[in-house]
């Protein structure tokens, strides 16, 4: 009987020492946790190109066009392109993209076929260029239409008057023959590689060699 005296202390201190490690290790992995979290806060979302609707006419995943590696491309004096999605959601009339303005320049339209851009209706045309495909987010909505079929066309925007600018979104005005004119603010897409911003917090963590 006097043996069991001191086994109880003895078991208290093994147990305070038990909580304080993991109370040492729920720190650690909150302080990793908080880097992670303050590292994704701060990345660069995909632009999604604006939207519009006009009459029978939806205008869809409207932007410039991120540049690639080709030179005088989005710079003053130089050329951008355009790309975006024209849907023609009517079931009789068949309408046409007479012109494309803005201040930026003057704007080219190119159609798949023939010397007009027409949409037909239940027709999409997508206006797009070969690095598009690969560098450009698309909102991923689509429109219902019957029995519609896709075209593709190009509009280029030559003799720009200044710098193109991700961030920033400029005035396009597009207007059609019978559904009439729609001004739509049209971003920049960012393309894939932009940079990733970091905050104070994760650059604290991310050098670490931790475990984590």
Known sequence: MTAAGPVAPTRRRRRVAAAALA???ALILSGCSAGQHAQTADQVAAVNGNTANLGDIALRNVHIVYPGNGTGINTAGGQAALSLSIVNT???VTDELTS???DLGTAEI???EGDKLSIAPAETVVVSTPQAGAE???TGE???TEGGETTHAR???TGLTQNITPGLTYDISFNFKENGAVLVQVPVDAGLETPRHESELSKSTTGS???H
Do not use: S
Request: net charge negative; charged share 10%.
């Open 209 to 211: 060699t931790g475990g």
């Open 142 to 144: 689509t429109i219902e």
């Open 90 to 92: 009517g079931e009789v």
């Open 136 to 138: 450009t987010h698309t």
């Open 155 to 157: 509009i280029e925007i």
């Open 23 to 25: 109370a040492g290790a």
């Open 100 to 102: 494309v303005t803005t």
């Open 110 to 112: 190119t159609p798949g």
